[in-house]
Antibody
Framework: EVQLVENGGGLIQPGGSLRLSCAAS????????MTWVRQAPGKGLDWVSF???????YYADSVKGRFTMSRDNSKNTLYLQMNNLRVEDTAVYYC?????????????WGQGTLVTVSS | DIVMTQSPDSLAVSLGERATINCKSS????????????LAWYQQKPGQPPKLLIY???TRESGVPDRFSGSGSGTDFTLTISSLQAEDVAVYYC?????????FGQGTRLEIK
């Protein structure tokens, strides 16, 4: 069974850093295209970043230069390193797996982890 | 960036009736390379992550009831629920995956009348 479990969220002051993790089971992160999507409280879905199974990464302009997506194949875990956090980064962060049909069709999602950026 | 605009923002439909949600993209998401429409639909219930319903504009994900269907052209798309059930109460999002940044519509809240 495919499962994604995010961790690492919490309350952080503006300018601070957090590293989110997404532990996968039932498949290998190295062999799949993976995405981070966030959702601010009461708002819609906002694409954050993407990593191809081959390793290329893409970022939304709003996080480029501040966020870094990576994976640890030995732990079968995806990461999102978030630096210089802003109040507007407050959201539930979901990791998701692309389908065989297309890398950016998000067929499996984790339950999300809440990041709150506030002083 | 491709802007996705859904209408209406909210919708109330009686049980057993048809629900229709529209999604318009600011540019075509029909790829000439493969003639496919790079458009997906998701359902999100309160406190849950989104769930994939439809991709390639009209292909139902495995396990999705056949009362859900998708259609559309290069820029105008529709999600139809043929006979609304109580468990369909949710927010629905369209998504283009034609190009990065991947973008979503603002969401349509579907309720029971």
């Amino acid at each position: 069974e495919v499962q994604l479990v995010e961790n690492g969220g919490g309350l952080i002051q503006p300018g601070g850093s957090l590293r989110l993790s997404c532990a996968a089971s039932g498949f290998t992160v190295s062999g799949n295209d993976m995405t981070w999507v966030r959702q601010a409280p009461g708002k819609g879905l906002d694409w954050v970043s993407f990593i191809y199974s081959a390793g290329g990464t893409y970022y939304a302009d709003s996080v480029k230069g501040r966020f870094t997506m990576s994976r640890d194949n030995s732990k079968n875990t995806l990461y999102l390193q978030m630096n210089n956090l802003r109040v507007e980064d407050t959201a539930v962060y979901y990791c998701a797996r692309g389908t065989q049909s297309s890398a950016n069709v998000l067929g499996s999602w984790g339950q999300g982890t809440l990041v709150t950026v506030s002083s | 960036d491709i802007v996705m605009t859904q209408s209406p923002d909210s919708l109330a439909v009686s049980l057993g009736e048809r629900a229709t949600i529209n999604c318009k993209s600011s540019q075509s998401v029909l790829h000439s390379f493969d003639e496919k429409k790079y458009l997906a639909w998701y359902q999100q219930k309160p406190g849950q992550p989104p769930k994939l319903l439809i991709y390639w504009a009209s292909t139902r994900e495995s396990g999705v009831p056949d009362r859900f269907s998708g259609s559309g052209s290069g820029t105008d798309f529709t999600l139809t629920i043929s006979s609304l059930q109580a468990e369909d109460v949710a927010v629905y999002y369209c998504q283009q995956y034609y190009t990065t940044p991947i973008t979503f519509g603002q969401g349509t809240r579907l309720e029971i009348k």
